[in-house]
T-cell receptor, first 112, second 111 residues
Framework: DAMVIQNPRYQVTQFGKPVTLSCSQTLNHNVMYWYQQKSSQAPKLLFHYYDKDFNNEADTPDNFQSRRPNTSFCFLDIRSPGLGDAAMYLC???????????FGPGTRLTVL | SQKIEQNSEALNIQEGKTATLTCNYTNYSPAYLQWYRQDPGRGPVFLLLIRENEKEKRKERLKVTFDTTLKQSLFHITASQPADSATYLCAYSGSARQLTFGSGTQLTVLP
């Protein structure tokens, strides 16, 4: 089945230690998104790619970076995680012309 | 700026009853609203989309309405089941290709 896959599902890192989360998709969608979601809150958009065109949200901290080496893969790099970065990170995709999004299962990040 | 509000954080109902969840927006009518289901520790799953010019949309036991006068969308689950227990998110499309989500309503269907 076509899907959005996130690895790992659970990630534990230490304060200040860089971490990379990965997302892959078999839907062949042009657009990929990264969201941060904290407990009982709405998913918050960090950035998205339209093909290779990167779009950063104005309030996304510089600590968060992203890479999209090809259509199928997208990475979220957190350069120096702080305790406040502990959250669920969601990857999503969509096709041009529709805003319906297809989400992966998420990666739960714990910062010690 | 546009805000989207789901004014019930939690809703408990008895199995077999109809659950009704509310989503309000503050300013202009979005072109469409979407509803997603999110289970604990999982990503949201798309359920329904309703356009500004549609009054109602149905899918199996689900029904969504869009009232531009009240600036509100209602999401109904008829004949609710314990398996319907989840958090339901509404979202609107603001800038192109982006969705803004509400914080969700956690629905619990009691057996």
């Amino acid at each position: 089945d076509a899907m959005v896959i996130q690895n790992p599902r659970y990630q534990v890192t230490q304060f200040g230690k860089p971490v990379t989360l990965s997302c892959s998709q078999t839907l062949n969608h042009n657009v990929m998104y990264w969201y941060q979601q904290k407990s009982s809150q709405a998913p918050k958009l960090l950035f998205h790619y339209y093909d290779k065109d990167f779009n950063n949200e104005a309030d996304t901290p510089d600590n968060f970076q992203s890479r999209r080496p090809n259509t199928s893969f997208c990475f979220l790099d957190i350069r120096s995680p702080g305790l406040g970065d502990a959250a669920m990170y969601l990857c999503a995709t969509s096709r041009p012309g529709t805003d319906t999004q297809y989400f992966g299962p998420g990666t739960r990040l714990t910062v010690l | 700026s546009q805000k989207i509000e789901q004014n019930s954080e939690a809703l408990n109902i008895q199995e077999g009853k109809t659950a009704t969840l509310t989503c309000n927006y503050t300013n202009y009518s979005p072109a469409y609203l979407q509803w997603y289901r999110q289970d604990p520790g999982r990503g949201p799953v798309f359920l329904l989309l309703i356009r500004e010019n549609e009054k109602e949309k149905r899918k199996e036991r689900l029904k969504v309405t869009f009232d531009t006068t009240l600036k509100q969308s209602l999401f109904h689950i008829t004949a609710s089941q314990p398996a319907d227990s989840a958090t339901y998110l509404c979202a609107y499309s603001g800038s192109a290709r982006q969705l803004t989500f509400g914080s969700g309503t956690q629905l619990t269907v009691l057996p």
